[in-house]
Each structure stands twice: as C-alpha cells, then as structure tokens.
C-alpha cells in the first residue's frame, strides 16, 4: 500500500480555527477538501505537508443557492452536485458542462469547486467556465473576507495569489446578461471526459437586441501555465454577426495566443491545432445557447 | 484516533491513525480484503466502497473522514452468501478474467442501477469509466451490464 508519510491532522469546526492553525503552521500547512489532488500528492511524494487541517467539519461551506445577482456556490461542493445542479445547468451552462467531464463520476463525488480552484492546474476543468462567467471567490484570512475574482488567483502552475493561511470559501457566479450563452468542451485522450485535458476551452457570447455579438469571452485550459484568456479571440466576435467566418477568426486567434509545452499528453503543436478546432466548437454551441436564451 | 463507522450494516468501532486511507482500515483493519489497491491514486477504481451510498475511491479518503457514515464493501452485497443481482449476472456472463477490478465493477455498476435500472448503454459506460480492467473484460461486463437493465439476452 502506499502509505502516507506523518503529519499533525486537525479538523477545526470554524474558519477562525482553521486560519489560527493555518498561520500557526506556516509554509508546511496544507488544507484537504476532497482530498483527489492532496492525498494523491501525498502519496507520489510531490507534497509533504507536516500539517494538515480537514475543512469538512467547518459548517456552511457546501452547497448551492440562488441569492441576489447569481448563484453561490459554497466552496466545499463536490463537482458531481455541480454536475447535478439545475441552478447550475440555466445560470452556468459551461460550469455544467465541465463538471460533467471532470475526471470520472467517483472522483467527482470527491473533488470540490474549491480544491479546483486552490490546486490551480493548468489543465483545470472548473477555471476556464468560472472565468468565462466572471466568478468572484470569497476568500478568508486572518484579517477577514475579500473578494477576488477567479481570474486574478492564477498566478502560474499549481500556483496563487493566496497566502497560506487564506482559505476560499465561496464562490459567487453573476447572472448573465440577458441573450448570454455558454459552453465548455474538453478533449482528452478518451472520450467522455476521465482524462486531464489535452486542451480545453469555454465560451460565453452575448448577443445584442440587433443579434450582433455584444461581448464574447472565451478561456482555454492545458495551452499555458495558467487559465487563457483569449482576447484577441474575444476582439474579433465583438459588434460582428454570429457567423462561420466570425468564429473561424476568433479560433484562428485563439490558436494563435496558445503557448503551450508538449508533454505526455500532446505535443505542443497538436494543442495548438486542438485549440482552434475546439474554440470554433465551443463557440457554435455557446451562440446557439445565446440564440435560446435571446428568444 | 477513534473511528466509529457503520461497516456492512454493522456499527463498528476503532483505532486509526488520521494518514490511514479508508482503504487501509477496510482491508488492514477490518480484513475485508474485496477492495483492492491497485493504482492507489483514485484513477483505477479497484478500492471502490459505497461511502453513504455513493461509489468512492477508498484510497483517497483520510480514515478520519468515515467518521459516522455508513460504508458497503462488496462483501456487504451478500452477507448471507447468496450473490447479488449484480454478482449474480456478472458470473452468469464471466464478466471478469481475473477477478481483480470485479468488486469494483459490481460496487459501480450496483449503484448505478439502483438510481438508473434501465440505464442507457452510454450511461452504463460513463458509470463505470471510473473502473479500470486490464484483462479488457469490459465487452462482457456491458453483456451483463445490459442485462441488467433489461435489454438483450
């Protein structure tokens, strides 16, 4: 069996408890949330936290609820009652759509929102439909709540903008714009999602009274060491018609602001071309969407 | 640290330490050896245990994250030694070579008739994708699978 190395465990009840052992514990504190990133590091070696401080006892951090503005989404919710959530599937259609081919269905009985934003992999599932629908988080530390959005904590590979002792608590998706649509799709070595992404890609369009492209935001996974925001891509479907040559420009420009690494996944080039193919895919699925939501 | 769980319809109590997986309570604790490990990181599906009811990998859980819930490994699908539906169906068509993912397959696929009985055959595949075999038995597996679900012989 692969064992686990020893550590101090604590299962604090409150978030004051939970930030107090956080900022105690320093650099070698680590939180566990449904456990398919850490645990599994822990095992391979790659993490070695000396402490380990369980949030499922805090109260309140699980769950889904429609509030003022948008949906909340507790930072502990594993990603099959994403998956499984109507509020999701009519206010975060590309959200829906990715928890959907997040790894596979047992594993996504585990893994939180949260986890997936915290473990910051490049080839997120959860990132690119949270950006795209311009998700704030609600973080916690030890001088009290902020508000970030999802976009701004990616800082590079495994890697964020928060401190140790921050904790996210929530995260908070807006409604859309009225005529928004949006979509996620992944490409994996297996079909149905299971694998890690080769390349992966949300779309939101907005389309105006006139049917034109109000606004458009599209974000890849797997072709950088962070979330991509595409904005040439974004520029190009601006003020035009919801059209082939609008959405071949735009994965065109997509492809085109990949910087991906090879690896065992994919070479760079195939993602790149993945990139393009995929982005128009997304697209026509996200202006269909846009069309429904116009009617 | 103590643990107290409801095993296979019993309410059981012990001693863990919090770096043991459930995995390594259920086979090492308990010696219920039906779930295996074999990739240990939550990608084969072999340590699969109903965990209040829901397929779960046990070798990503922290032990002391059982606490109070109610845990089914395959030997609670027969505790009288009479096969299952599932079991029965999965002997019926040799849905299995050498045996090793089998507890995780009929820990899966039981689950997911329970919610779904007549699910679908992509259905069946998208419950299952969790659950590596690598003698490649999957063709009689979706044999018995359909079954199940009250299509085909």
């Known amino acids: ?295 | 640290m103590r643990l107290t769980a409801t095993v296979n319809g019993r309410a059981r109590t012990f001693e863990v330490e919090a770096r043991s997986t459930l995995l390594e309570v259920i086979r090492e604790s308990l010696l219920l050896t039906g779930a295996k490990e074999a990739c240990g990181v939550g990608e084969c599906g072999n340590c699969m245990v109903l965990l209040d009811g829901e397929p779960t990998p046990s070798c990503l859980v922290l032990a002391p994250d059982a606490e109070g819930r109610e845990i089914v490994t395959v030997e609670g699908l027969a505790p009288e030694g009479a096969l299952d539906e599932v079991q029965a169906a999965f002997l019926e068509a040799g849905a299995f070579q050498c045996g090793f993912c089998t507890p995780g397959m009929v820990i899966t696929a039981g689950a997911l008739l329970r919610d779904q009985p007549n699910a679908a055959a992509g259905e069946i595949k998208q419950a299952l994708a969790g659950v590596l075999c690598r003698c490649g038995s999957y063709t009689k597996v979706m044999k018995a699978m359909e079954k199940l679900a009250g299509r085909g012989a």
């Open chain 1, 1 to 295: 069996m692969k064992r686990l190395r020893e550590f101090s465990y604590h299962e604090p009840e409150s978030l004051e408890a939970a930030i107090g052992i956080l900022a105690a514990g320093g650099d070698g504190a680590r939180l566990l949330a449904g456990g398919t990133d850490l645990v599994v590091d822990m095992k391979t070696g790659r993490m070695r936290p000396s402490i380990v401080v369980n949030l499922k006892r805090i109260p309140g951090l699980s769950g889904i609820e429609a509030v003022e503005g948008g949906i909340r989404i507790g930072a502990l919710t594993p990603v099959a009652t994403l998956q499984a959530s109507p509020l999701v599937g009519q206010m975060a259609a590309a959200l829906a759509d990715a928890a959907a081919v997040l790894a596979t269905p047992p594993v996504r009985g585990l893994a939180t929102i949260g986890g997936n934003i915290g473990r910051a992999s490049p080839a997120s599932d959860l990132g690119p439909p949270l950006i795209v629908h311009e998700a704030i988080a609600t973080i916690e530390g030890p001088d009290g709540s902020r508000e970030e959005t999802v976009e701004s904590l990616y800082v590079g590979p495994g890697a964020t903008t928060l401190a140790v002792h921050d904790i996210i608590t929530s995260i908070f998706v807006p409604t859309p714009a009225a005529g928004f649509g949006s979509a996620h799709l992944k490409i994996g070595a297996r079909a149905g999602g299971t694998d890690i992404a080769m390349v992966g890609v949300s779309a939101g369009v907005t389309l105006g009274a006139d049917g034109r492209i109000a606004a458009a935001r599209i974000v890849l996974a797997s072709v950088a060491p962070t979330p991509l925001r595409a904005i040439a891509a974004e520029q190009a479907l601006a003020g035009r018609e919801p059209s082939e040559e609008a959405v071949a420009a735009a994965a065109a420009a997509a492809a085109a602001a990949c910087r991906p690494i090879s690896d065992l996944r994919a070479s760079a080039s195939h993602r790149v071309a993945l990139a393009g193919v995929l982005t128009a895919r997304v697209l026509r699925s996200a202006i269909a969407r846009a069309r429904e939501a116009s009617r």
